[in-house]
């Protein structure tokens, strides 16, 4: 017999696939899960479905300390969607709110605060401060369990204002306190070391496939990579770091040296996107597979991603440049602790606005704010104002639109097939060119 209540039933699937789209919370117990929880079932009366673990931690659930719904991989929908809450959300997740407040996120957007948090609320249950809550109260998990930092650099870090409203929120969001956190730590690190941390995904992941994609396009002093493993600097807004990603076997293990801890949630995010790691595989596969021609290339790599890249800046500037190697070269920021071959700092569109290269039109358009490229943007405006940048052509600002900006649907002029045909695989295109392109790579191979 069939089950009367959808979302009792697709609980009683523990279908991983839904995890970080919504959250299911338990009133009798006030506890909050992913949906493939595998605790006993409640009662379909004592279930309430929320649309983001902010909405359930507004309404007193907290986190369930079984499945820890806050530490799944975000929701897919916010690379897919470019209205105003997807754009939203992606700039919450870089710490945007904890460096610049609501005020500073709804000026990004182009909103009200009141109509944004009006917004927000209607389509994630739970406003801007709300959200962001959210990300620093698991930011500040993931620090307590995997790392020796002190309770009030860990506060920081995680973007708190100060000791006092981390504690509280930690103990109202998980029902616990920060020291009780700290003693179910997977790990530990010295203050100061590198902090390790495990990044979620939804599997399958082609880990062979974006690692090597990344190698083949290492830019030396600021990229190394090999099979399962990716290193690079990054610039982040209070300093300068080193991520160190490898292939954990069901996560990616996540190495981050910053300048400054405040920086953390950037450079997660930041990592996260480069290995496109909120991407529902088997949602992308479900369509892509279903086309006679990616049918076959479906099936034969399933889990590939769309390498995203950290800084779209640095991405459209080594995609114009004749030698980007040159330019780090000369114009590259050092770093103050090198890691392997990782030495420098792609240089920055100020400290190239100036300088005697073909890149001149483009960096100063960048340090201008003429053309805006960011987690934020809107995706059609920033490619129209990158495409009319002199030396820039379309091809490249499509390339950024898909890498840097995570758009999924991107379909270069240049690839041979009528933009009509490839119509059909919307909203996953970026996803069908990968595939194409490694099916190419083989036989040529």
């Known amino acids: ?81 470019a209205d105003v809450a997807g754009r939203a959300m992606r700039l919450i997740a870089d710490g945007l709110v904890d460096r610049e407040g609501v005020t500073g996120l709804a000026a990004r957007l182009g909103y009200g605060e009141r109509q944004l948090h009006r917004h927000l609320v209607a389509e994630l249950g739970a406003g801007p401060q709300a959200l962001a809550r959210a990300r620093r109260a698991q930011a500040a998990r993931e620090l307590l369990e995997s790392t020796d ?22 103990r109202r969001l998980y029902g616990t306190t920060p020291t009780a956190l700290r003693a179910a730590r997977r790990g530990r690190s010295a203050p100061g ?62 190495e981050l040296l910053l300048d400054d801890m405040r920086d953390l949630a950037a450079a997660v995010r930041r990592c996260r996107a480069l290995l496109d790691l909120d991407a ?96 934020g943007v809107d995706r059609d405006e920033a490619e129209r104002r990158l495409a009319a940048v002199p030396g820039v052509d379309v091809w490249t600002a499509r390339h950024v639109r898909m890498r840097a900006l995570a758009d999924p649907d991107v379909w270069p002029p240049s690839v041979g097939l009528a933009e009509e045909i490839s119509g059909r695989w919307r909203p996953w295109r970026s996803y069908a060119l990968h595939h194409l392109w490694a099916a190419r790579l083989r036989v040529v191979a």
């Open 1 to 81: 017999m069939s089950d009367p209540d959808p979302l009792h039933a697709l609980l009683t699937s523990r279908d991983r696939r839904f995890d970080g789209r919504f959250v299911v919370a338990v009133t009798t117990t006030r506890v909050y899960c992913r949906p493939s929880c595998p605790a006993p079932m409640p009662k379909p009366a004592h279930l309430r479905r929320f649309p983001s673990p902010a909405a359930a931690q507004q309404n007193g659930y907290r986190a369930c300390k079984r499945c820890r719904p806050d530490a799944a991989p975000g929701s897919p929908d916010w690379n897919v969607r």
């Open 149 to 170: 930092l002190a309770a009030a650099d860990v506060a920081f870090a995680a973007g708190f204002a100060s000791v006092r409203q981390f504690n509280e929120t930690v």
């Open 193 to 254: 070391a590198t902090v390790e941390l495990r990044l979620a995904y939804r599997p399958p992941f082609d880990a062979a496939a974006v690692f090597g994609y990344l190698a083949a396009r290492a830019l030396p002093g600021v990229e190394e990579g090999g099979p399962g493993f990716h290193r690079r600097s990054l610039r982040l807004p209070y300093g300068t770091g080193v991520a160190t990603l490898r292939d954990g076997g069901g996560h990616v293990r996540c």
């Open 280 to 375: 529902d595989p088997l949602e992308i596969g479900e369509t892509l597979g279903g086309d006679p021609v990616l049918a076959p290339l479906v099936a034969a790599r399933p889990g590939l991603r769309v390498p995203g890249h950290p800084d779209p800046g640095e991405l459209a500037l080594r995609l114009v440049a004749r030698s980007p190697e040159r330019l780090v070269e000369r114009f590259g920021t050092p770093l103050r602790e090198p890691a392997g071959t990782v030495t420098h700092v792609f240089p920055s569109p100020e400290a190239l606005a100036e300088a005697d290269t073909e890149v001149i039109p483009l960096a100063r358009a960048l340090a201008s704010g003429q053309v805006v490229l960011d987690s």
